[in-house]
């Protein structure tokens, strides 16, 4: 099963995208359940080996306070921005990082198709939980694990 972690944000934040985002035509969209802002990515891996990584990582983290920001895209996968209000998510996202060949670009996948030129700004909200998922299949994902700042 590949694993990574994720913040999933709240449903009126997902209402306020999905409203910008509805007449925009072309794009191959990705199922609004399946948005989500990957943390780490952690490839093939055993859930009881990750789990307790995880837990250990983000002990003593500071739920972060963020917004969704301008659309971009790597090639022909769109997505939408993050942009931090303050220092604690930058901390989250080195807490949870596992592949270190890749720089971290956090980022809301939406879709797949030509560039979308979209300026956006998002209402702000707190990750109170990180989920960690799993998935065998694309946009497919099975909650591993659930933590709270406040645990």
């Known amino acids: 099963m590949r694993l990574f972690t994720?913040?999933?944000?709240?449903?009126?934040?997902?209402?306020?995208?999905?409203a910008v985002l509805d007449g925009v035509d072309n794009v191959d969209w990705v199922p609004r359940n399946s948005w989500h802002i990957t943390l780490g990515y952690y490839g093939e891996e055993d859930p009881e080996t990750r789990v307790p990584w995880v837990r250990s990582q983000a002990k003593g983290l500071v739920a972060p306070t963020v917004s969704l920001s301008d659309?971009?895209?790597f090639g022909k996968t769109l997505w939408m921005g993050v942009s931090a209000v303050d220092s604690s998510f930058a901390a989250?996202?080195?807490?949870?990082?596992?592949?270190?060949?890749?720089?971290?670009?956090?980022?809301?996948?939406i879709g797949h198709g030509?560039?979308?030129?979209?300026?956006?700004?998002?209402?702000?909200?707190?990750?109170?939980?990180?989920?960690?998922?799993?998935?065998?299949?694309?946009?497919?994902y099975t909650v591993?694990?659930?933590?709270?700042?406040a645990d």
Do not use: C, K
């Not at 994720?6 to 999905?18: I, K, Q, R, S």
């Not at 080195?94 to 996948?109: I, Q, V």
């Not at 591993?144 to 700042?149: E, I, K, S, T, Y």
């Open 114 to 140: 030509e560039v979308l030129d979209l300026p956006y700004s998002g209402p702000q909200w707190t990750i109170e939980e990180i989920v960690l998922l799993g998935a065998d299949r694309r946009y497919e």
């Open 144 to 149: 591993v694990d659930r933590l709270r700042f």
């Open 71 to 73: 659309a971009g895209n």
């Open 92 to 109: 989250l996202g080195a807490a949870l990082e596992w592949n270190a060949h890749r720089p971290w670009h956090p980022h809301l996948t």
């Open 6 to 18: 994720a913040a999933v944000p709240p449903p009126e934040v997902l209402d306020h995208l999905a």
